[in-house]
């Protein structure tokens, strides 16, 4: 016997002071509606801001919550030490967190602290696993388990950053997008170098790249002209803020410095640096993370700024914070995509449903609750574009 699944009907919402300003108009309006929200921000913003979660990097990536699953499942000896972590719970940055405030009370070496430790890097561990891709596997190769995926996810990035600047190169805009993601994969620097933007990533040196945030403030130049009163900043170009860390930065005990390694080893997991981290140095100073989280907060701060939020689930109530202190600026927009139903996007909402400059936009596409998904949003970037093209 055939089993008819039910139709889901194509629907996307467009909340505006908790009212969805797209009820009432059929799938098409709705979808012009949001892109031209996108196109309009893109291409008139003053300072464009993305926040990247794990939710764009799928599917070669699992979503955090997910491998938080697979881990406990995976690893019964955890049982003990989960706490309010146990069962359906899916914050696994928020179980580190807890693992390191014990790691910063309990006595080294001593039992608990040991057992404690051994916890925290088996999860670590486990993290690094799923991140630890060939991210320049090609078309024509012969594709490993794993590798479909990661060309799919490499695809979805490519085509959000050609949309992205398709709209800043139409209206001539000179100011860096930036990027910030709490995402440790390199899916972001894969894809600018392949289609030749320039970016920033807060590190400095060739043979030897260390972190230096001032490196941030700093711009690339045109200078093909040499002879220009007025050298032109290059237009094409990215800072990129990985606020959770990376999984191609290592703390170097010797220097005490965070260095960029192009070798992934996630044998050596214990120097990696994702967020939390159990060095000591590090914990003390809270380097790199707080340079980074002060970017955050100071580029939110600038005039006429936007903010697009895809992929990220609200775990963070860091960044929740951050971005709550945001929307009290007038000429600051907060453009969302997520799910409503979600329990900490609804908390949000609740929290901001009488800020007109906040834009919480989802529903459904293809399916049930994925108009906030990656590729779909992809595409109403890609059909602004085409809008703009057509006028």
Request: glycine share 6%; charged share 25%; aromatic share 12%.
């Amino acid at each position: 016997m055939t089993t008819i699944l039910p139709t889901i009907k194509p629907s996307l919402y467009h909340l505006r002071n908790g009212i969805d300003i797209n009820e009432g108009n059929d799938f098409k309006n709705q979808k012009k509606d949001i892109s031209n929200v996108l196109k309009q921000v893109c291409s008139k913003s003053d300072n464009l801001h993305f926040l990247l979660g794990s939710g764009c990097s799928l599917p070669a990536i699992p979503l955090m919550g997910n491998t938080f699953m697979a881990l406990k499942r995976s690893q019964p000896d955890l049982n003990d030490i989960l706490g309010k972590y146990k069962e359906e719970n899916k914050d696994i940055e928020g179980f580190l967190n807890h693992l390191n405030h014990g790691l910063n009370f309990l006595e080294p070496d001593s039992y608990q602290y040991n057992k404690i430790e051994e916890a925290f890097n088996i999860t670590k561990k486990f993290i690094l696993k799923t991140i630890n891709l060939n991210y320049n596997v090609k078309q024509d190769d012969q594709l490993l388990k794993g590798d479909a995926d990661t060309l799919a996810t490499l695809e979805l990035y490519l085509r959000f950053y050609r949309s992205v600047f398709s709209y800043r190169d139409f209206n001539k805009q000179v100011s860096p997008i930036n990027i910030f993601t709490t995402n440790y994969d390199l899916f972001s620097e894969v894809a600018l170098e392949k289609i030749g933007i320039h970016y920033t990533n807060g590190f400095k040196g060739f043979v030897s790249r260390r972190f230096e945030p001032s490196v941030f403030r700093l711009r690339l130049v045109d200078e093909e002209n040499r002879y220009k009163e007025k050298w032109s900043a290059v237009r094409r170009f990215v800072k990129l803020y990985k606020i959770h860390g990376s999984i191609d930065w290592k703390y170097d005990e010797h220097d005490q410095t965070i260095k960029q390694s192009k070798n992934v080893n996630t044998d050596f997991s214990q120097e990696i640096l994702i967020y939390p981290t159990v060095h000591k140095h590090l914990e003390s100073q809270q380097s790199p993370y707080s340079e980074l989280f002060r970017e955050f907060t100071n580029n939110m701060q600038k005039r006429n700024s936007t903010l697009i939020v895809i992929g990220y689930g609200f775990p963070d109530e860091h960044i929740n914070q951050l971005i709550s202190q945001s929307l009290q600026q007038d000429d600051f927009n907060l453009i969302v995509f997520g799910n409503k139903f979600e329990q900490n996007a609804q908390l949000f909402i609740n929290k901001h449903k009488e800020t007109s400059n906040l834009h919480f936009i989802g529903g459904n596409f293809d399916s049930e609750n994925d108009g906030h998904y990656f590729n779909n949003i992809i595409q109403l970037l890609e059909d602004g574009i085409n809008s703009a093209d057509s006028e």
